[in-house]
C-alpha cells in the first residue's frame, strides 16, 4: 500500500503536480484543463501555476478529484502498453471531435497518456497513473529513445535517408531537429529513432524532404516494444520490462525546462548565510 504521509500534505503543492500524483493526468495535461477552465478548486476556477494545501477540493472535468491531503492512499501504481489504432486521439479536447484514447481503453484504473500519437497514426502508446514517470519519459533533455515505422508516397532514396537523420530545419516550429537514426527498410518505408519529440515531427520532415507520409506506426519506446501486441489491445508492462525501464530513467530529470532554468537562478543567486562578503 502506498500511504501518503501526514507531514507531506500540510505544504502547499502545485496543482498540476497532485493531478498527477493522484492518477487523475499528466502535468501538462492538467495545464492545458486547467487554462481551459476544467478543473476547479474549492468551487472555483483553477489558474495556471496554482497551488494547493490540505482540506481543498478539487474537480477536474466535472469528476471529483478529491480532496488535498485527505488522501487514504496513491493509486496503485499502473503501466500499460498499449497499441493505438488509427483514429483515436489522445487528448480529451473539445476540438478532438473523436473518441479519446481513455474512453476506448476504458480501464478500470484512472489512467493517462505519456505523450502522444496522433490521431492519423498508430502503434505504441504508454499509459500510466504516475506523474513522474510521464515526466522523466517526456522531458527531451532527457534523449530517450522512440522508434517508429513509416511509409511514405515515393521512393526512400539514399539522400533522403542521410538528409533526416542529419536534422532538417522545420520553418512551422522555427528550428532544427536533432540528428537521429534512419534506416531503408523497403521501397518507400523507413525507420526512424527520435530522441525529441516535436509536434507532428516526423510528418513535418518527411514534408520538408518533398514527401508525404502514408502510414506512420510507433513500435518502441525506450526498452518498451510492440512485438505482437493486437491492434486495440493493452497489456501490462512486465516486471523485467519495468525494471530496465527504470534503470534506463536514472539520472533522468522531471523537472520542465522552465523549472530546470528557475532552479538554477536559484543557486546561481543564493548566498551562504555564514558567508564573510566584503564590502
Excluded at 22 to 36: P, T
Excluded at 149 to 157: G, H, Q
Amino acid at each position: 500500500m502506498n500511504e501518503v504521509k501526514k507531514e507531506d500534505c500540510l505544504v502547499e503543492e502545485r496543482l498540476n503536480k497532485w493531478l498527477g500524483r493522484m492518477g487523475v493526468c499528466s502535468r501538462r495535461e492538467a495545464d492545458r484543463l486547467i487554462e481551459e477552465g476544467k478543473v476547479l478548486v474549492d468551487g472555483k476556477r483553477a489558474a495556471a501555476g496554482q497551488k494547493v494545501s490540505e482540506g481543498q477540493t478539487v474537480v477536474c472535468c466535472g469528476r471529483a478529484a478529491g480532496r488535498v491531503g485527505q488522501e487514504k492512499e496513491l493509486p496503485r501504481p499502473v503501466l500499460l502498453a498499449v497499441n493505438k489504432p488509427k483514429g483515436i486521439v489522445c487528448t480529451t479536447s473539445d476540438k478532438d471531435r473523436a473518441e479519446n484514447i481513455v474512453d476506448f481503453l476504458g480501464y478500470p484504473q484512472r489512467v493517462y497518456p505519456i505523450g502522444r500519437l496522433d490521431k492519423d497514426s498508430q502503434g505504441l502508446l504508454l499509459m500510466t497513473n504516475q506523474g513522474d514517470l510521464v515526466n522523466k519519459i517526456m522531458r527531451s533533455g532527457n534523449a530517450h529513445e522512440k522508434e517508429y515505422i513509416v511509409t511514405v508516397d515515393r521512393p526512400v532514396t539514399d539522400g533522403f535517408v542521410k538528409k533526416m537523420a542529419a536534422g532538417l530545419w522545420l520553418p512551422d516550429l522555427e528550428r532544427k531537429t536533432l540528428p537521429c537514426k534512419v534506416k531503408k527498410l523497403e521501397e518507400r518505408t523507413f525507420s526512424i529513432i527520435l530522441t525529441q519529440g516535436l509536434n507532428r515531427q516526423i510528418r513535418r520532415m518527411c514534408a520538408a524532404c518533398g514527401c508525404q507520409v502514408k502510414s506512420l506506426k510507433r513500435v518502441r519506446i525506450m526498452n518498451i516494444c510492440l512485438n505482437g501486441l493486437e491492434e486495440g489491445a493493452c497489456r501490462e508492462v512486465r516486471k523485467e520490462e519495468y525494471q530496465e525501464l527504470l534503470r534506463q530513467l536514472e539520472g533522468s530529470n522531471s523537472l520542465s525546462a522552465k523549472d530546470l532554468d528557475m532552479r538554477k537562478n536559484v543557486k546561481t543567486h543564493f548566498i551562504p548565510a555564514n558567508l564573510d562578503i566584503k564590502k
